[in-house]
């Protein structure tokens, strides 16, 4: 039954979306004008992205942020499927509960908090071990994969409890290896949230920029850092520019993700639709 539109709640809705949205429409406005001074408009230009493509303090942090996204992404998803099929496949195990708030805890941990232990653990090891030799490019990446493994994991985790693992066990009478089984079968039916998941974590770690302040060295500063620190100095166009390229990076990868999770949920209802027809027949 279809009920009319609830006006209070439409007017709620516009509310919200436009304190989300409406700061951030008004920097990509301001990206495109000619003034330097940022609360003037002066008229279109796209002068501003111009003067990024010959700054090469900005190109080489976004090349840096870029190279360390893609691999704790990949590390980050590589470490998530592993958590995930863990906690599904060992099922109620003794102390469940437990392991599952340790490996939530990351995603509810304030970022700070989560920066100053993993710094203090880096120069614990460099006193012990030798190694990391300060604070630069690998360091930020191990950081970011940290946390970001947790949010890969929930999001496996959650297409894993759907996964039939009687097809697994079919397999395996069968003869066939694990290593095969896994490769073969599973990793095809949880590809959609494999990518989701890699994509989450990719967005995480281009986007961070406390956690990656605590853990990075001289030489090692991300787009995110050099943002910052370029607006303790005022803000510009040419800032502004830089945070819309940032923000459509960002939002392109939510979108995709977001695309892959609902083709993902709606294969799945399409397919226990059609077999419970099949049953009913």
């Not at 008229?43 to 996204?69: C, H, I, M, Q, R």
């Not at 995110?224 to 990076?249: C, D, H, Q, W, Y």
Request: aromatic share 10%; glycine share 8%; proline share 4%.
């Amino acid at each position: 039954m279809n009920r009319g539109i609830s006006w209070p709640a439409l007017w709620l809705g516009i509310v919200g979306f436009g304190i989300l949205y409406v700061p951030v429409t008004v920097m990509v406005i301001y990206s495109f004008n000619s003034s330097r001074l940022v609360s003037v408009w002066a008229g279109f230009s796209t002068k501003w992205y111009g003067e990024l493509l010959e700054n090469d303090a900005v190109l080489e942090a976004l090349g840096k942020s870029l190279w360390v996204a893609v691999n704790a992404a990949t590390l980050s998803t590589v470490f998530g499927v592993l958590i995930a099929l863990a906690f599904v496949r060992l099922g109620n195990f003794r102390f469940r509960l437990l392991l599952s708030a340790l490996a939530s805890m990351p995603l509810v941990m304030p970022e700070v908090v989560t920066g100053l232990s993993l710094l203090l653990l880096f120069i614990a090891m460099e006193g012990l071990l030798g190694w990391p030799a300060g604070r630069g490019i690998d360091t930020i990446i191990i950081a970011h994969t940290t946390f970001g493994m947790c949010f890969a994991a929930v999001v496996v985790q959650s297409r894993l409890r759907d996964f039939d693992m009687s097809i697994e066990e079919a397999a395996a009478d069968l003869g066939a290896r694990q290593p095969y089984i896994f490769f073969s079968i599973t990793l095809p039916v949880i590809a959609p949230a494999v990518i989701a998941a890699w994509l989450l974590a990719f967005t995480l770690s281009f986007d961070d920029l406390v956690i990656a302040s605590f853990v990075s060295g001289p030489g090692s500063s991300t787009l995110p850092i050099v943002v910052f620190s370029k607006v303790r100095l005022g803000v510009t166009p040419e800032i502004n520019a830089l945070a819309t390229i940032m923000i459509l990076l960002v939002a392109a990868s939510v979108v995709i993700a977001s695309a892959i999770i609902y083709r993902n949920s709606a294969g799945r209802k399409a397919a226990a639709a059609t077999g419970g027809s099949g049953h009913e027949s």
